[in-house]
């Protein structure tokens, strides 16, 4: 180990970058490094999400069409023939509530379950629900079953 060879551990030191705006005799004075003029010259400046330099965005030249309602009720629909399957595959019994739909991942415990009324129901179920499609309710009343609304 000499003078020659002498260097900080790797690690220890880190670059500052160029100190701008510090004086003419530093090189980096005047405008800093900014150029001249314009938005990015100017303290305070930050560039808006999507804009385009000046060009018209693209969020504002597509046509914008359809209409989203903001008072939408979304309910997971589940037939009535997968309530049949589930009774055939020995997962539910007579009765099924909401908690049991969760549990065979059939809906979401935040969502909303509405039964509707494809295939056909043999078993008499009470089962617990949102909503009931009309044929939905016929066919489980008619298979001697209960429709509880939640």
Same mark, same amino acid.
């Given at each position: ?5 002498? @260097?900080?551990? /790797? *690690?220890?030191?880190? =670059?500052? #970058?160029?100190?701008? +705006? ?17 938005? @990015?010259?100017? /303290? *305070?400046?930050?560039? =808006?999400? #999507?804009?385009?330099? +000046? ?21 997971? *629909? ?73």
């Amino acid at each position: 180990m000499s003078l020659n060879n002498l @260097k900080p551990a /790797s *690690g220890s030191t880190q =670059k500052l #970058g160029k100190r701008v +705006g510090r004086g003419e005799g530093s090189g980096k004075g005047g405008t800093a490094t900014r150029g001249h003029k314009g938005a @990015k010259s100017r /303290s *305070g400046y930050s560039k =808006k999400i #999507g804009f385009e330099g +000046g060009q018209m965005p693209l969020q504002r030249r597509v046509p914008k069409f359809g209409f989203k309602n903001i008072n939408r009720v979304d309910y997971k *629909g589940v037939n009535l023939d997968t309530l049949q399957e589930l009774v055939t595959d020995k997962k539910i019994k007579n009765e099924v509530s909401f908690d049991n739909f969760v549990e065979l991942r059939l809906v979401g415990k935040t969502e909303l379950l509405k039964i509707l009324g494809r295939g056909k129901l043999e078993t008499a179920l009470k089962i617990h629900a949102h909503k009931f499609s009309a044929t939905a309710k016929a066919a489980i009343e008619a298979a001697g079953g209960e429709a509880i609304t939640l």
